[in-house]
């Protein structure tokens, strides 16, 4: 029987890929990252290990002493962990942040992938367990964007782009072509709340893929947070870029979105 590792982070991710995976005829043996993981992972796997998210050597050794060769790394693991969290990393994650040129989401993502490498561990990428959850094209609501709107998905879009070729973030947060917040560190949800705080009511959000995304890691996912984020600050619209995002529990949000009057557009460049 084929067998893949699961990494799991936060999120309702790991959960999905786990379930395709299974129903693809994979036994799926997660390792939860504590504190990180939700505990009803459990519940979706075939076994289940927890390590420490900062024991990178113990992560390694599970993933051998269980032989799996093909790993998916899913859900998010913050960066805010290395600079506010007691959280002690081993010796061999501390090799790897000394090794580093910078701690951008790429630099660290891309060791953390050759230290699998060594080991013999292939890091398969994500749509491949979670193609059913890929962001189409077009307008998913009934509502549709207004023109103004529509301006600000654009305009939203080339600096969203941008922010991910730098490696920043990859979500704005605009309003009448103005740029409200771009995420960073603190992730999307806050960037959603802050940017939506300074738009007041109305904001448009856009998430894209990096100009040269890896699907292996860091995938944009969006999802009941991301309208929960939305909703607190009376944002009207979110964009994400088709084909290259996922939509966790895609039509409840759909569903949810058309309660709250939230408009969402698949969107590559243009809408169809």
């Known amino acids: 029987m084929k067998k893949i590792g699961l990494i799991a982070g936060t999120g309702e991710l790991p959960i999905a890929i786990a379930n395709e995976a299974r129903s693809l005829g994979y036994t799926v043996i997660a390792i939860a990252l504590e504190p990180l993981a939700d505990e009803s992972l459990s519940s979706y796997v075939d076994e289940i290990k927890w390590v420490n998210v900062g024991k990178l050597g113990k992560i390694l050794d599970t993933l051998k ?4 060769r093909e790993v998916v790394m899913a859900g998010k693991v913050s960066k805010t962990l290395l600079y506010k969290s007691k959280i002690t990393p081993d010796l061999r994650a501390m090799k790897l942040l000394l090794s580093l040129r910078d701690r951008s989401d790429d630099s660290v993502l891309l060791a953390i992938t050759k230290e699998l490498e060594k080991e013999g561990i292939r890091l ?3 749509p491949r367990f979670s193609s059913g959850l890929v962001a189409p094209q077009g307008v998913l609501t009934q ?9 600000d998905i654009e305009f939203g879009w080339k600096i969203a782009k941008e922010m991910g070729r730098l490696d920043i973030g990859q979500t704005v947060v605009v309003k009448d072509q103005a740029v409200m917040a771009i995420e ?8 959603i709340r802050r940017g939506g705080k300074l ?11 990096k100009p040269r995304q890896d699907m292996r890691f860091d995938v944009p996912v969006v999802g009941p947070d991301t309208l929960k984020s939305m909703r607190e600050v009376n944002a009207r619209v979110l964009a994400v870029e088709s084909g290259k995002s996922i939509i ?3 039509d409840r949000v759909i569903k949810e979105s058309g309660k709250s ?9 243009h809408v169809s």
């Open 65 to 68: 002493r269980h032989d799996l």
């Open 248 to 250: 966790l529990n895609k």
């Open 261 to 269: 009057g939230i408009v969402i557009v698949g969107y590559s460049g």
């Open 143 to 151: 509502e549709r964007p207004t023109k103004n709107d529509m301006k």
């Open 184 to 191: 960073a560190i603190e992730g999307t949800d806050e960037a």
């Open 199 to 209: 738009a007041g009511e109305g904001a448009v959000v856009v998430k894209v893929s």
């Open 124 to 126: 398969l990428d994500i």
